[in-house]
């Protein structure tokens, strides 16, 4: 996927943050007080909802749906103990313009997942198959 350019270069400042959409995608650009520009999908990995009404503290981006908390500088989550991280793109700054390359988000440095909420929690079901009560209750008629 190609860089796609999000905004000019003055539309965020040192210690803000700004949603800009860049085609079908939403962009969160946070650039954390005393830290570099950054870029992430503009959606909470909690919830998959939108972060256009999230707070900044200049440090912290907060989704106000269910108040979850995530470090600017990493994206982890920092609110509960989980492993949720807002998904970064990459980012680079050209003249006058901030550019983003807005497709699959960023693998992790750490070689996490991209994408946790898909990962089956049941052991021993085939993924993609219906839980069907009858199945788990036949063994007690």
């Not at 999000?6 to 830290?35: H, N, R, T, Y």
């Not at 990493?74 to 991280?85: D, E, I, L, P, Q």
Request: hydrophobic letters at 35%.
């Amino acid at each position: 996927m190609a860089f796609i350019s999000i905004c000019s270069a003055d539309a965020v400042g040192e210690g803000s943050m700004g949603l800009f959409q860049a085609g079908k995608k939403s962009i969160l650009l946070v650039w954390p007080a005393g830290g570099e520009l950054k870029a992430y999908r503009g959606r909470c990995p909690h919830a998959d909802m939108p972060l256009t009404e999230s707070s900044f503290d200049g440090r912290k981006v907060t989704c106000l749906h269910h108040n979850w908390g995530f470090e600017c500088d990493t994206g982890k989550c920092v609110t509960h103990a989980v492993r949720n991280a807002l998904h970064p793109y990459p980012l680079r700054i050209e003249g006058e313009e901030i550019w983003a390359r807005s497709g699959s988000p960023a693998r992790r440095a750490e070689g996490g997942r991209q994408c946790l909420r898909h990962k089956s929690k049941q052991k021993g079901r085939p993924r993609g198959r219906p839980f069907l009560w009858a199945e788990s209750t036949a063994q007690y008629r």
